[in-house]
């Protein structure tokens, strides 16, 4: 019944934007911290961006800073990443992820319970 489905990756030019919708259903998202996380051909996982369970305030990965903005809306029980000014580097399969992690492990991947199939985001000329 736990559920998170990705949608809205797809080919850009690089400078480009794309938005991700991650959506949920069976759980409650307001109740978890939520994140996405990214992982290139032969890369491993890295981590993209994080939002605590009320708190408005993004943490973001340096390569994600000034460019990427994670927010929720809790009406649609919904998660996006905005991404601008894309780089061939941000070139990934991301996905989308709910847990209840310890702020300082927010950025990890194992703290997350739950996860999405993965949307591909190519960026490219």
């Known amino acids: 019944q736990v559920q998170l489905v990705e949608s809205g990756g797809g080919l850009v030019q690089p400078g480009g934007s794309l938005r991700l919708s991650c959506a949920a259903s069976?759980?409650?998202?307001?109740?978890?911290?939520i994140g996405w996380f990214r992982q290139a051909p032969g890369g491993e996982r890295e981590f993209v961006a994080a939002l605590r369970p009320t708190n408005s305030n993004g943490l973001y990965a340096d390569s994600a800073k000034g460019r990427f903005t994670i927010s929720r809306d809790r009406a649609k029980s919904t998660l996006y990443l905005q991404m601008n000014t894309l780089k061939p580097e941000d070139t990934a399969l991301y996905y989308c992820?709910?847990?209840?992690?310890?702020?300082?492990?927010?950025?990890?991947?194992?703290?997350?319970?739950?996860w999405g199939q993965g949307t591909q985001v190519t960026v490219s000329s």
């Open positions: 992820a709910a847990g209840r992690p310890i702020t300082s492990t927010l950025h990890q991947g194992r703290s997350y319970y739950y």
């Open positions: 069976g759980f409650t998202l307001d109740e978890y911290a």
